[in-house]
């Protein structure tokens, strides 16, 4: 058994839904949550900066104790996972596998749908996992306008529907039955891409299949909560605002997220 807490990092506030579901499913489990939303939104930056973005945040996590990292960011997953992966002694998930598997296991017509920011789509992350079944055939489409829309905290408007369907059009054209959000800001647009897409498409989401994830590994390596484990969830951001991120959080999952925490990671320079 292991008390410390799992920590989950993401570019923004789209890791939040993997820190939710990560909480529904293991509510003993504490967690240290940091969006670097100095440098948000990581998808259009160059892999190369985005690499060093997210080893800096992973380094401040690991420094804070934690016993487990969590990658709640598919541009960063593509960027540098297997860094990660060899730097860090604590065990390292991230969200394309779970929703790769998924996918996986959910099409019935082996076309597959992958959407995400210019930088996953342009690593060829999900294509590359999702091709080594010969029998799948992948179409991609980034779309990076949903990322602001999110960070914006615009979820319905007529512009959203309206970008989705520009968008999705090639997917839907494609004649996919299975469509991959990856990204996880995407299921805070779930409505519009849902309406977009039809009802014979199968959403995949990261967030619930990465939890599963993280409770398979803690498992595993005994790493669970005792019995008795008071659970603390922390929230901490790179941004000037501590009141932004929380506005935010508030606008697009309720009033989960309480307070938050401003937090240096390399050599970001944050007013006091």
């Known amino acids: 058994m292991n008390d410390a807490p799992i920590g989950i990092f993401d570019s923004g506030v789209g890791g939040l839904t993997v820190a939710r579901a990560v909480s529904q499913l293991l509510p003993r489990e504490s967690i240290v949550y940091i969006g670097d939303t100095a440098r948000s939104p990581y998808g259009p930056k160059p892999i190369a900066d985005v690499r060093r973005y997210s080893l800096e945040v992973l380094d401040d996590l690991v420094e804070q104790g934690v016993k487990m990292l969590v990658i709640a960011c598919n541009t960063a997953s593509a960027a540098m996972l297997r860094d990660a992966r060899e730097r860090y002694d604590v065990p390292v998930v991230e969200v394309i596998g779970p929703a790769v598997r998924t996918a996986m296991s959910t099409t019935r017509n082996g076309r597959i749908g992958v ?17 080594v079944n010969e029998n799948l055939t992948v179409f991609a489409e980034a779309c990076p306008r949903f990322v602001e829309f999110v960070e914006a905290g615009i979820t319905d408007s007529p512009e959203v529907l309206a970008v989705a369907e520009e968008y999705l059009a090639p997917l839907r054209h494609a004649g996919v039955d299975t469509l991959v959000l990856g990204c996880t800001h995407y299921p805070f647009l779930e409505g519009a891409i849902s309406y977009v897409m039809g009802p014979d498409v199968s959403l995949v989401s990261s967030d619930s299949e990465t939890a599963k994830d993280v409770y398979r590994q803690l498992v595993g390596r005994d790493l669970l909560a005792g019995l008795d484990a008071q ?7 790179t941004g000037s605002s501590a009141d932004d991120f929380v506005q935010l959080a508030h606008r697009l999952m309720g009033r989960e997220v309480r307070d938050v925490r401003l937090v240096q990671t390399g050599a970001i320079d944050l007013p006091r």
């Open 231 to 237: 659970s603390h969830h922390t929230y901490e951001a």
């Open 115 to 131: 959407i995400g920011t210019s930088g996953t789509i342009g690593s060829r992350a999900y294509q590359d996992m999702l091709e």
